[in-house]
């Protein structure tokens, strides 16, 4: 098992991609503690069907753009744990508008959940990491981060926000053990994506050489493997899984 022993917390993960990293890392032996917004159902099925497996799972409701409780659930998990090795900041929202119709309160709501979430975990997350000399820390991203989207000008700065992020702190803390990578999904079949207009759901596709939509576990995937031993040369990337759409 990849992560063995290891004490992951994922933001978001009651739903999409996030449960599927929950689910990854847990069956690669992780202990997994997970955060959720609105989702509490989703998040207690989650738990009642790993421990049903015999694997234990810890879940706190918490607005992850909420700086205050961030360090109370990073606090919480490392009085129990004694530590805490790997961070994956996934929660994340979209609220699309074409710029001339952008409002204030969308730009702030899209950069306040995908953007300073991440800081407000990382920042949390990095006292204990610094203490133990060692730490990972994953925020995902998006492809739309590195190329732009029209119509997602406030989604596409947060996450080109968390590439800056991630740099800077695999660059402040490297010298301490402590890795950080962004993980760029294209296309991924979840919530977030399924509502899209079908020409739009088309011109996505069609920019796909793999030539199909990608699924949660693709992401889950990466991010054992990033969280893993084996990628312990490895900060500082922004690792694209997009089927090759953005090259
Ligand atoms: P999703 O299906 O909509 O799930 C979003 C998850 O984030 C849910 O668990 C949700 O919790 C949680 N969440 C949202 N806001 C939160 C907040 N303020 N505090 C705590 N948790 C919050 O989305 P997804 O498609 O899995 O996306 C996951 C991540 O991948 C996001 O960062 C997204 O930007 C990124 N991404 C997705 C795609 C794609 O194609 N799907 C592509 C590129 C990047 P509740 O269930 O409680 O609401």
Redesign the pocket.
């Known amino acids: 098992m990849e992560l063995s022993g290891k004490i992951v917390l994922v933001?978001?993960?009651?739903?999409?991609?996030?449960?599927a990293i929950v689910f990854k890392c847990a069956h690669e032996g992780a202990k997994v503690y997970f955060?959720?917004?609105?989702?509490q159902t989703?998040a207690e099925e989650i738990i009642r069907e790993l421990q049903s497996k015999g694997i234990q799972v810890g879940a706190f409701q918490?607005?992850?753009?909420d700086f205050q409780r961030a360090q109370e659930v990073v606090e919480e998990i490392v009085k129990s744990e004694q530590r805490l090795d790997v961070l994956i900041n996934?929660?994340?929202?979209t609220k699309d508008n074409l710029l001339l119709r952008l409002t204030e309160e969308q730009w702030d709501f899209v950069i306040d959940?995908?953007l300073k979430?991440a800081f407000n975990y990382c920042k949390a997350a990095i006292k204990p990491m610094l203490k133990q000399r060692n730490g990972i820390i994953i925020n995902?991203g998006?492809?739309v981060g590195v190329s732009g989207n029209a119509g997602q000008a406030n989604y596409a700065a947060s996450k080109a926000g968390l590439i800056g992020l991630s740099k800077s702190i695999a660059k402040e803390l490297g010298s301490r053990n402590i890795r950080c990578n962004v993980v760029a999904?294209?296309?991924?079949q979840?919530?977030?994506?399924e509502n899209l207009p079908e020409q739009e759901l088309q011109k996505w596709l069609s920019d796909i050489p793999l030539n199909r939509p990608g699924q949660v576990d693709d992401i889950a995937n990466i991010c054992v493997f990033l969280a893993s031993d084996k990628a312990s040369y490895i900060t500082g990337q922004v690792i694209q899984v997009d089927g090759g759409m953005n090259m």
């Open positions: 933001t978001g993960g009651s739903r999409g991609i996030g449960k955060t959720y917004l609105g989702s989703k918490a607005d992850a753009s996934n929660a994340g929202i959940n995908n979430s995902m998006s492809v999904p294209g296309f991924i979840t919530e977030m994506t």
